[in-house]
């Protein structure tokens, strides 16, 4: 595929702008698109609403180069990507009125040959039963003649602008010509492989990913709770476990946050809600370590008259800026709402919070009683148990432990 052909990109979040700055650098014409005038406005002068790597540089040169512009509105295009949220609502069932809205604004622009790609995570079955049937229901005039394909979005925050274009991509099309034309397309900027598939098959791909590595998180936060209940240094224990040639024990941590891989998985269950036992287990064991962490400050603050707790990272995961689904900032909360307690916060990737003053992580030590580090920030990550000399400190994620 030529790089002379147009590319509009709806919804320029963590996703979207990425993948729009990149195509553009790559020569592609590219309009983002997003219902936020604020981020619109902060594209088209170069700049960035989300921390991530390099993305800064990346955005400007894009813009700079007149090949992205950000509108309200989208454009005519020759390539649509779809990359808006795709939430649950309150009873863990997928929210897809996003997507659903997502498509019926391009609905009037589509023309023949065009190719409507959905890269947002969504239960099996959605490119068919919402992308294909809103652009049936509102342009079945052209519906025949449009290619329309899953290809769901796989980058680790963090490594968004690598992962985009080394990665492995799964491509499903609602039918041959459409998988075929999203190959073509993603062949003409990724390096990894662009694998073939039915949009049914990619779906559950993609959630199976991020289920797959929820059930190894639950396993290793499982065990983390075994090994405290034991007086085991669980750090050491996996450490050494994975010595073995054929374990690869993951991380323990507060939980498990961010917007994909605590939501993803009850896409699974909601649709297999007999037969998905494991998977909703993980989930459970996961959401449940928050609450096991808060009991185990609360045990020590108890033991003091007025605590002062010193809360170390508030981001879902290292070195992004992202608090969605955060169990640290739901800790943090919980820890607040105790009015007999003082809790100090530091937060090196947030700037300011109408919540809570954001101190330096030194100082939040320096004041504190108990230290609890809550995010293995590339800062935090330079303190050294001789720095808590001391302090009681809860570390759920292994720095100093
Ligand atoms: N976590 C642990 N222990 C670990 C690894 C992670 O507690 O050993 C926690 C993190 O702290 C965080 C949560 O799990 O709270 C999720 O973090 P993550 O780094 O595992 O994943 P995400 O949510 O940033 O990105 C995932 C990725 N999926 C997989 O690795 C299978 C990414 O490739 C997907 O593109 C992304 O979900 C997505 O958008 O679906």
């Known amino acids: 595929?030529?790089?002379?052909k147009s590319i509009c990109v709806v919804g320029l979040g963590y996703i979207g702008l990425p993948t729009?700055?990149?195509?553009?650098?790559?020569?592609?014409?590219?309009?983002g698109v997003d219902i936020d005038p604020e981020v619109v406005d902060t594209i088209n002068k170069g700049n960035i609403h989300i921390v991530e790597p390099d993305l800064d540089i990346l955005v400007k040169s894009a813009v700079n180069s007149g090949k992205l512009k950000a509108s309200m509105q989208p454009v005519e295009a020759d390539v649509f990507i779809i990359a808006v949220p795709t939430p649950f609502k309150d009873e863990k069932?997928?929210?897809?009125a996003y997507v659903e809205a997502a498509t019926k604004t391009i609905c009037p622009l589509l023309k023949k040959g065009d190719l409507v790609i959905l890269e947002s995570t969504v239960p099996?079955?959605?490119t068919d039963d919402v992308v294909l049937a809103t652009i049936a229901l509102n342009r079945d005039d052209l519906v025949d003649e449009v290619n329309i394909a899953h290809c769901p979005e796989r980058v680790l925050p963090g490594q968004i602008l690598r992962e985009l274009i080394e990665n492995d991509r799964v491509v499903g099309g609602v039918d041959e010509r459409s998988t075929d034309a999203a190959v073509e397309f993603y062949e003409s900027f990724v390096s990894g492989e662009v694998l073939a598939t039915s949009a049914k098959t990619a779906e559950m791909a993609k959630l199976t990913e991020n289920a797959y590595r929820d059930v190894n998180i639950a396993f290793a936060n499982e065990l983390s709770m075994i090994c405290d209940e034991q007086a085991i240094n669980v750090w050491e224990m996996i450490r050494l476990a994975n010595r073995h040639p054929r374990v690869n024990i993951l991380n323990?941590?507060?939980?498990?946050?961010?917007?994909?891989?605590?939501?993803?998985?009850?896409?699974?269950?909601?649709?297999?809600?007999?037969?998905?036992?494991?998977?909703r287990t993980a989930r459970s064991v996961n959401d449940a370590k928050p609450n096991w962490v808060i009991d185990r400050i609360s045990r020590y603050a108890d033991r003091f008259k007025d605590p002062v707790i010193g809360c170390l990272g508030l981001a879902f995961k290292a070195d992004v800026d992202d608090l969605r689904e955060s169990p640290a900032l739901d800790i943090v909360q919980a820890l607040n709402a105790n009015a007999e307690w003082q809790v100090l916060v530091s937060e090196p990737n947030v700037d300011q919070m109408k919540e809570f003053d954001l101190l330096p992580y030194d100082e939040v030590i320096e004041r504190s009683d108990i230290v609890v580090i809550l995010v293995d920030h590339k800062k935090f990550r330079k303190i050294k148990a001789s720095d808590l000399k001391e302090k009681v400190v809860i570390d759920t994620r292994g720095v100093v432990s």
Not at 253 to 278: N, R
């Open 1 to 4: 595929m030529a790089y002379d």
């Open 20 to 31: 729009a700055s990149l195509l553009a650098t790559k020569g592609f014409d590219v309009v």
């Open 93 to 96: 069932e997928p929210n897809l």
């Open 124 to 126: 099996v079955g959605t």
């Open 252 to 279: 323990p941590g507060p939980g498990v946050g961010g917007h994909c891989i605590a939501v993803d998985p009850w896409f699974i269950v909601s649709s297999a809600p007999e037969t998905a036992k494991l998977i």
